[in-house]
Each structure stands twice: as C-alpha cells, then as structure tokens.
C-alpha cells in the first residue's frame, strides 16, 4: 500500500529538548515536504527536498532542520523546541512537485510545555 | 497582503448547488496552482491542480485559472454534504518546490 507515514503521531515535550520527527514514504517518490499547520491556518511550509542531499527552505524554517540522505526518508529536527513550535505538522511527498498525486503523512501533534 | 488569500468563510450552500471558492495571489510569477480538500481532523488531500489558463475540469469539479487577474477559483457542482470540508488554495512560486498555501475556506454543503 503506497504510503507516507511519521512518528510519532502525538508528542509532548519540554522547552530546548532536541527531537527528531520522522517521515517516510514508500513510493519511491523524489519530492518531500514538511509543513505546519496552527488553527485556522492553512499550511506553511517548512522545508523541501526535490531529491537525495537536496533540500530548500520553505516559508518558516526557522528553528528546524531536515536531511535527505536517502530518498524514502526525511526527518524534521528540532534542535531546541520552544512553545511557538507547538503545532501539527504534515510530511508529503510526490514523484515531483507538480504532480498531481500528492500523498500526505497523518500528521504529528507536537507540544512544547 | 497575503501571498494567496482565500474567501473568508464559512461558506454554507444547499445540497445540489453550485459551491464557488476563490483565491487570489500576489506574486505574479506563479506557475502551479493547487487546490486540497481537509476533512477535520483529517490530513489535506490533493483534489486539483492547474497550470494553464482557463478552466480544468475532473467530474464535479472545475478549477479555473486567471493569471491575468492572479485568481483561481474552485466550482463544486452538485453540492453533497460529504463535500464539506475546508478547502485549501496552494501556489507554487518559484517553478520548483516551494509552496504558500491560503488559510482556507470552509464550506458546510446542508442537506
């Protein structure tokens, strides 16, 4: 079954304790994506990678960082988590950008204390 | 202003109706637009995705695309109630893989 999955699905954490939030998908697909979403927002984009050791900043990749070392795996790092990043968050990914197949994580529900 | 912005909701239409969503984008450079549907609690799911003026249709529904006027535009035809949901407008900026999404509009389809 083609799908994107992350772990975990639900995280309660505390202020600057480092946690790495995984995705992974098993579609062989080269584009990856991280996005956020707070309520009654849409999605922002966090950072992407359109391949292996490729990867760019979307429009809030501050306070995050990512890595690409193989193509079905692209995890998000927070180095030191503060409450701002309190949030849910969504991995993709597609054969490439404008695909019009785009399969979407379940989602991580993180909290900062 | 906001990069891609959405009509404010919620937006409510009778079952069998024609449901109308629009967005409007600042950077005239785009080239890809994007439209997902989210269920709450539920993650997004690509439903449309144009590029080329004009209209594009996939059963009930049709996107349609101004770069002239920079709105795209989401119909629903035949309105049902499992098409409520928020509806989410994307523009890609930069021809590669970056992406800013509206806040998006929910709509209620009443039976």
């Known amino acids: 079954e083609a799908q994107v999955t992350q772990n975990p699905r639900y995280l309660i954490t505390v202020t600057g304790k480092k946690l790495t939030v995984t995705c992974s998908q098993n579609?062989?697909?080269?584009?990856m994506s991280w996005y956020r979403q707070d309520p009654g927002l849409g999605l922002r984009q966090i950072y992407y990678s359109m391949n292996v050791e490729v990867t760019d900043k979307g429009d809030v990749p501050e306070g995050y960082k990512v890595s690409r070392k193989e193509k079905r795996n692209f995890p998000l790092i927070l180095e030191s988590p503060s409450p701002n990043q309190t949030s849910l968050y969504f991995c993709a990914s597609s054969s490439h950008p404008f695909s019009n197949e785009q399969f979407f994580g379940p989602g991580t529900r993180l909290t900062v204390l | 202003q906001k990069e891609v912005e959405q009509n404010s909701g919620p937006l409510s239409v009778p079952e069998g109706a024609i449901a109308s969503l629009n967005c409007t984008y600042s950077d005239r450079g785009s080239q890809s637009f994007f439209w997902y549907r989210q269920y709450s609690g539920k993650s997004p799911e690509l439903i449309m995705f144009?590029?080329?003026?004009g209209d594009k249709e996939d059963g009930r529904f049709t996107a349609q695309l101004n770069k002239a006027s920079q709105y795209v535009s989401l119909l629903i035809r035949d309105s049902q109630p499992s098409d409520s949901a928020t509806y989410l407008c994307?523009?890609?900026?930069?021809?590669?893989?970056?992406?800013?999404f509206g806040d998006g509009t929910t709509l209620t389809v009443k039976p």
């Open positions: 579609m062989n697909h080269e584009y």
């Open positions: 994307a523009v890609n900026r930069d021809n590669a893989g970056k992406s800013t």
């Open positions: 144009i590029y080329s003026n």
